[in-house]
């Protein structure tokens, strides 16, 4: 396999006493989707803000394109900006009210010092990809459906020449057919442009379409990272079991057991010792509460941090 064209190593973010993100490595391959999965707080949109520049990490290293980011920008300012985009949760809230549509096209590329007749005819016709005609051009956000604005943004996001997209839950608050309007584009510019997305979403209905691999996330580290088949089939993990459980489908072949999940979820300021999640796990045991297990590669080749993995999804877990 090719190297990947961004690796996380160790990432941890911290804000003052609060560990958003501890441990946590990834990568994320050319081409290639790569789902971001977890209960709301656990630390995705931390990750996704480290790895587009918004907040440096605190510690771990972030390499993009085989470049070390951190040595890089001592010496090319934009070398991220360059290669990453983040596609922002709230996309009316992302885009200025106070600028037109064209204005909002036009602004990366005057900041890149790359606006010309050729550029802005390339950031029209990014428009035009979007389903948007020149019609827009003159509308501010507030004139704009949700689905619009997200293809806006992505369409600004685009004028960069990005490789890879961070989307932080790129189909929320959308119609179920908008939704998969979304996905189609996202996924036919991915085709198009080469480009590779780190999809973040609690939406597992959409996680399970649109991407290769997935990372489940709990409280700030990854507990089970794999084939997003093999994982949704046969989760290793509980905590990955359990999320899946909930899960709502209306295909009666699908449908598990509900596994519900006792106590609520720790603080990131005051979290468990040893396995995070032993407090809630139906299967914890004594070595969990005081020793942290490791991310390890299984014989399947996914990756589980859990004493004790379920065999194959099929070890029994009490509501």
Same mark, same amino acid.
């Not at 040595?71 to 885009?95: E, H, M």
């Not at 806006?152 to 908008?178: F, M, N, Q, Y």
């Not at 088949?229 to 295909?251: E, M, Q, V, W």
């Given at each position: 396999?090719?190297?990947?064209?961004?690796?996380?190593?160790?990432?941890?973010?911290?804000?003052?006493d609060?560990?958003?993100?501890?441990?946590?490595?990834?990568?994320?391959?050319?081409?290639?989707?790569?789902?971001?999965?977890?209960?709301?707080?656990?630390?995705?949109?931390?990750?996704?803000?480290a790895?587009?520049?918004?907040?440096?990490?605190?510690?771990?290293?972030?390499?993009?394109?085989?470049?070390?980011?951190?040595?890089?920008?001592?010496?090319?300012?934009?070398?991220?900006?360059?290669?990453?985009?983040?596609?922002?949760?709230?996309?009316? &809230?992302? $885009? =200025?009210?106070? +600028? *037109?549509?064209?204005?909002?096209?036009?602004?990366?590329?005057? !900041?890149? %010092?790359?606006?010309?007749?050729?550029?802005?005819?390339?950031a029209?016709?990014?428009?035009?990809?979007?389903?948007?005609?020149?019609?827009?051009?003159?509308?501010?956000?507030?004139?704009?459906?949700?689905g619009?604005?997200?293809?806006?943004?992505?369409?600004?996001?685009?004028t960069?020449?990005?490789?890879?997209?961070?989307?932080?839950?790129?189909?929320?608050g959308?119609?179920?057919?908008?939704?998969?309007?979304?996905?189609?584009?996202?996924?036919?510019?991915?085709?198009?442009?080469?480009?590779?997305?780190?999809?973040?979403?609690?939406n597992?209905?959409?996680?399970g379409?649109?991407?290769?691999?997935?990372?489940?996330?709990?409280?700030?580290?990854?507990?089970?990272?794999?084939?997003t088949?093999?994982?949704?089939?046969?989760?290793?993990?509980?905590y990955?079991? &359990?999320? $899946? =459980?909930?899960? +709502? *489908?209306?295909?009666?072949?699908?449908?598990?057991?509900?596994? !519900?999940? %006792?106590?609520?979820?720790?603080?990131?300021?005051?979290?468990?010792?040893?396995?995070?999640?032993?407090?809630?796990?139906?299967?914890?045991?004594?070595?969990?509460?005081?020793?942290?297990?490791?991310?390890e590669?299984?014989?399947?080749?996914?990756?589980?941090?859990?004493?004790?993995?379920?065999?194959?999804?099929?070890?029994?877990?009490?509501?």
């Amino acid at each position: 396999m090719t190297a990947p064209v961004l690796s996380l190593k160790d990432a941890c973010v911290r804000y003052g006493d609060l560990t958003a993100v501890e441990g946590v490595s990834i990568d994320l391959h050319g081409g290639e989707t790569l789902g971001l999965v977890g209960e709301s707080g656990c630390g995705k949109s931390s990750v996704a803000r480290a790895i587009s520049g918004l907040n440096p990490l605190s510690s771990g290293t972030m390499m993009v394109q085989q470049e070390d980011v951190a040595v890089k920008l001592r010496t090319d300012r934009r070398f991220l900006a360059d290669r990453v985009q983040l596609l922002f949760q709230d996309p009316v &809230a992302s $885009l =200025s009210p106070r +600028l *037109t549509v064209g204005a909002l096209l036009a602004e990366p590329l005057k !900041i890149r %010092k790359i606006f010309n007749a050729d550029t802005w005819a390339a950031a029209i016709a990014l428009l035009q990809d979007m389903g948007l005609g020149e019609q827009f051009l003159s509308r501010y956000p507030h004139q704009l459906s949700g689905g619009q604005a997200r293809r806006v943004a992505l369409a600004r996001v685009l004028t960069a020449k990005p490789r890879i997209i961070v989307a932080d839950e790129p189909t929320a608050g959308l119609d179920v057919s908008i939704q998969g309007d979304m996905l189609n584009l996202l996924r036919a510019l991915r085709d198009r442009l080469g480009l590779s997305y780190l999809f973040i979403s609690h939406n597992l209905n959409v996680v399970g379409r649109v991407t290769e691999r997935v990372a489940i996330m709990y409280l700030g580290q990854i507990v089970e990272t794999g084939k997003t088949g093999l994982l949704f089939r046969d989760p290793a993990h509980p905590y990955t079991k &359990a999320l $899946l =459980s909930s899960n +709502l *489908t209306i295909d009666p072949q699908r449908r598990r057991e509900r596994v !519900i999940l %006792k106590g609520e979820l720790p603080s990131p300021r005051n979290p468990p010792s040893g396995c995070r999640f032993h407090q809630r796990c139906p299967l914890a045991r004594d070595i969990c509460a005081v020793r942290q297990p490791r991310l390890e590669t299984q014989a399947d080749g996914r990756m589980v941090a859990c004493h004790f993995p379920l065999s194959g999804g099929s070890e029994a877990m009490a509501g």
